[in-house]
């Protein structure tokens, strides 16, 4: 099983970066995915999911309306558009596939920094 992030990078406050975890080794299409996020000396936060099928998100208020989350099940690849980035969403970014019968699966995860 692997899940491998990339798209993270430094970027100046109000820039878009979008991420992508590519996943292999399990059926992505069963899975609901979920990026999270973790910043020097906070616990890791829950940013973003989306079902299965693709058809419901939910977000962080932190990040509603500034980040999407999307997947391309063909591809087996899970997206997270962010917009409008700001300072406090420097983090690592981290993609989890998770199903509630069978348990989930995590990245290496992707560092973005945002600062001027």
């Known amino acids: 099983v692997q899940l491998v992030e990339s798209g993270g990078g430094l970027v100046q406050p109000g820039a878009s970066l979008r991420l992508s975890c590519v996943s292999s080794?399990?059926?992505?299409?069963?899975?609901?995915m979920r990026w999270y996020r973790q910043a020097p000396g906070k616990e890791r936060e829950l940013v973003a999911v989306?079902?299965?099928?693709?058809?419901?998100?939910n977000y962080a208020d932190s990040v509603k309306g500034r980040f999407t989350i999307s997947r391309d099940n063909a591809k087996n690849t899970v997206y997270l558009q962010m917009n409008s980035l700001k300072p406090e969403d420097t983090a690592r970014y981290y993609c989890?596939?998770?199903?509630?019968?069978?348990?989930?699966?995590w990245g290496q995860g992707t560092q973005v920094t945002v600062s001027s």
């Open positions: 989306i079902t299965s099928a693709g058809g419901s998100t």
């Open positions: 989890r596939a998770w199903d509630a019968t069978i348990g989930g699966y």
């Open positions: 080794g399990f059926t992505f299409s069963r899975y609901s």
